[in-house]
């Protein structure tokens, strides 16, 4: 992994669905109540804090992509969805947005 790069895509794991959690309201506020959101795959990105891009199931056939940014912990800075991609499928590649 380069310094600063994204890892490479990995499994959801329960911190990951926890994180996506923690923003679904943000998501939801912005597009619609979703009947379930189920965190797939992530990578994550060392930066001033950390960015995490998560594939998030949505539906049976409906995935959405989240970026959520966990700043510094002495900014104290709640964890906060800067990003997003709707219309995505169980194929789409999880990538840098």
Do not use: W
């Amino acid at each position: 992994m380069m310094c600063g790069a994204p890892t490479a895509t990995q499994p959801a794991t329960a911190d990951i669905q926890a994180i996506a959690d923690r923003v679904r309201s943000q998501l939801e506020e912005k597009e619609k109540k979703f009947p379930m959101f189920k965190a797939v795959e992530f990578k994550s990105q060392v930066v001033a804090g950390m960015v995490f891009f998560i594939k998030v199931q949505v539906d049976e056939d409906n995935f959405v992509h989240i970026r959520a940014f966990e700043s510094l912990p002495h900014e104290r800075k709640p964890l906060a969805l800067v990003g997003y991609q709707t219309h995505k499928g169980r194929h789409d590649e999880l990538t840098y947005f």
